[in-house]
RNA sequence: GGCCGGGUGGCAGAGUGGUGAUGCAGAGGACUGCAAAUCCUCGUAUACCGGUUCGAUUCCGGUCCUGGCCUCCA
C-alpha cells in the first residue's frame, strides 16, 4: 500500500509521489520565540516527526525544514516587556524549544534556519515580486498586491471580499487594496532591522517561510504542514509570494494541517488563563505521556488536552512498558505490518496505537518467554515508527533516581521474610510504608518488583 | 455575514454500503496469603428528520448542536 495523505489544497486524500525519491523535501512553520513553546506548539512538530520517520523508511533521503521566527513585532514587545535584549530572548527561548522537542521524542529537523538569517533572501524575493508588479512601494512599506495574482484564495478557498465584508478589518492607509499584505515594514532606530532599498525596516511574517523553503527545498517541494489556522492568511500569502515569483505550479504539491488543542475544551488563550506550556507540563508529566495524547487522535481532528487523556496515556504507556519489562529484545524483529500500514493511511495514529495494544496483549498470552521476547521485540520495533516505548522500561516504572533504592530492596527483603514466616500483617505493613512513598510491590514468581504509582 | 470541519458506548477514539476496532473506567470470574500485573467473560454506542439502496453509522438533502479561520496565533 502506498502513502495517501489529506492535501488541503486538494481536499482529498492522494497518493503520495515524491517530485525526487532520492530526496523527499517537506517544511513545517515552526514557533516564534518569544516564550516558552506551548501544546498547540508541540503537535505539528511530533506529528511531523512521525511524518519523517515514517518517509525515511519509504525513501532513501529526506529533508525536513523547520524554521524559527526570531524577529517578529510580538518578540518586540516581549522583549520591551521583559526589559531583555531582543537577542538575549530570541537565543534563551529557542534553547527553551529545542529542549521541549527533545523531550517530546522528536528527531531534530534536517535543517532549522532562523529568519534574522535569511533577511537577505528576503529581499531578494521582496525586489523580484515588485519588478514583476506583484508588489508595490507605499510609504515606507511593501505591500503584495493581491489583486495581481490571480491564483489567490486557492488554499482556503475564501472570497476575500466577502470575508472582508464580514470582518470590518480597518484597512490601513497604506494598502492600495484592503486584501494586500505586508512583505516589509519599516522600522524605527531602536527597533531591530536592516538596510533595504526601501529603507532601514524589517520583514512582514510570511515572506520568510517563502524565501527559506526556496533556499533549503528549492522552489517546488513535496509537503509544506501547520496548523489549521495558518491555512489563512499565512499560508495563502506564502503560496502568492512564491508561485508569483517563481511562476505557478511552483512551491509545496501538498499541503497538511492539524487541528488545533484545545484546554479543558477551550481553545487556549492567555486571556482564558489557560495557556499551557510544554515546560510546564513536563514537570507533572513525562515527555513521552505528552506525546502519545497528541497522537492519541488523529492529526486533523481538534484535540483536547486534559488531566484524564493524560491520565490514560500514561495508563497505556504503562502497560506497554508492562509488556516489555524484563524480555529480551532482538532488534532484527521487525516491526508490525498493522502499524505500518495504519501510518501510511493519511497518518492514522490512533489505528496504529490500538496495534500496539493489541501486540502487548498478545505478548501478554504467549505461553513461551522466547515467543514473548519475540513479540515484545516486534512491540519496540512498531512504538519506533511513532516515537514511542523506546525507553528502558525500569527507567519508566522506576525513574532516573536510584538514590532510595538500597533501601527500597531491603524492605523487601524484611517483607519476603516477614511473608516466609506467615507474618502476614508485617509484610501488609511493609507494603503500605512503601505504597505511602508511591512505590508499588509486585510479587511474582521470579520474586519482588517495585515500581512508582 | 463568508469559508472550512465535527457530532460513534461512562470517557478517549478508529474503521466500514451488509448488525461497530482499540484503550481506560465499570461488573463478574481465574490467579494471589492479600495485592499488583495478567488472562477470561460482560455493555441492544453511530445527534435528529427525510432520500437513494435489497440494505446506511458510512452516500445525498435538511434540522439541531458544536469547533476553527476571516485580527497575532501551531
Given at each position: ?19 525526487d ?13 518569544y ?20 518517509l525515511?523508511c ?35 527561548t ?13 528527531i ?81 532606530p ?8 526601501w ?18 527545498l ?12 495558518l ?49 510546564q ?31 490514560q ?15 529480551k ?27 500496539l ?14 515467543e514473548k ?19 528502558d ?61
Amino acid at each position: 500500500m502506498p502513502l495517501s495523505l489529506y492535501n488541503t489544497l486538494t481536499r482529498k486524500k492522494e497518493t503520495f509521489t515524491p517530485l525526487d525519491p532520492d530526496n523527499v523535501r517537506l517544511y513545517l512553520c515552526g514557533p516564534t520565540v518569544y516564550d516558552f513553546a506551548h501544546i498547540g506548539n508541540a503537535r505539528p512538530s511530533v506529528i511531523f516527526d512521525v511524518l519523517t520517520r515514517l518517509l525515511r523508511c519509504l525513501y532513501s533521503e529526506v529533508t525536513f525544514v523547520r524554521n524559527i521566527t526570531d524577529i517578529d513585532d510580538k518578540i518586540i514587545k516581549a522583549a520591551q516587556e521583559n526589559k531583555e535584549k531582543i537577542m538575549d530572548l530570541t537565543r534563551r527561548t529557542t534553547e527553551y524549544y529545542r529542549n521541549d522537542m527533545k523531550a517530546l521524542g522528536n528527531i531534530p529537523p534536517t535543517q532549522e534556519p532562523l529568519a534574522t538569517e535569511h533577511v537577505e533572501e528576503m529581499i531578494t524575493m521582496i525586489s523580484h515580486l515588485i519588478e514583476a508588479g506583484h508588489a508595490y512601494e507605499s510609504d515606507g512599506h511593501v505591500l503584495f498586491s493581491v489583486k495581481s495574482f490571480a491564483g489567490y484564495g486557492q488554499l482556503s478557498r475564501c472570497n476575500h471580499d466577502e470575508m472582508l465584508a464580514g470582518a470590518r478589518v480597518e484597512v490601513a492607509p497604506y494598502k492600495r487594496d484592503a486584501e494586500d499584505f505586508i512583505l516589509w515594514k519599516p522600522s524605527l532606530p531602536e527597533i531591530p532591522g536592516w538596510d533595504s532599498p526601501w529603507g532601514y525596516g524589517r520583514p512582514g511574517w510570511h515572506i520568510e517561510c517563502s524565501a527559506m523553503a526556496q533556499k533549503y527545498l528549492g522552489e517546488t517541494f513535496d509537503i509544506h504542514g501547520g496548523g489549521h489556522d495558518l491555512i489563512f492568511p499565512h499560508h495563502e500569502n506564502e503560496i502568492a509570494q512564491s508561485q508569483a515569483c517563481f511562476g505557478s505550479g511552483t512551491f509545496a504539491k501538498m499541503w497538511l494541517h492539524n487541528g488545533m488543542v484545545t484546554v479543558d475544551g477551550e481553545k487556549m488563550s492567555k486571556s482564558l488563563g489557560n495557556f499551557i506550556t510544554i515546560h510546564q507540563l513536563f514537570e507533572t508529566t513525562p515527555g513521552e505521556v505528552v506525546r502519545l495524547v497528541l497522537l492519541s487522535s488523529h492529526y486533523r481532528q481538534p484535540l483536547d488536552w486534559n488531566t484524564q487523556v493524560a491520565d490514560q496515556a500514561h495508563q497505556s504507556l504503562d502497560r506497554f512498558y508492562n509488556a516489555l519489562r524484563g524480555r529480551k529484545i532482538n532488534e532484527t524483529v521487525p516491526s508490525s505490518e498493522a502499524v505500518k500500514l495504519a501510518l501510511k493511511d493519511d497518518l492514522n495514529t490512533p489505528l496504529a496505537i490500538s496495534a500496539l495494544h493489541e501486540i502487548a496483549t498478545r505478548v501478554n498470552k504467549a505461553q513461551s518467554d522466547a515467543e514473548k521476547d519475540t513479540l515484545a521485540s516486534e512491540l519496540k520495533a512498531s512504538g519506533a515508527w511513532l516515537g514511542l516505548l523506546q525507553q528502558d522500561p525500569e527507567m519508566w516504572f522506576k525513574g532516573a533516581d536510584k538514590g532510595e533504592e538500597d533501601a527500597i530492596l531491603e524492605l523487601i527483603d524484611a517483607r519476603n521474610k516477614a511473608r516466609a514466616a506467615k507474618d502476614f500483617s508485617e509484610a501488609d505493613r511493609v507494603r503500605d510504608e512503601l505504597l505511602a512513598k508511591g512505590i508499588v510491590l509486585e510479587d511474582s514468581s521470579q520474586g519482588t518488583s517495585w515500581r512508582r504509582e
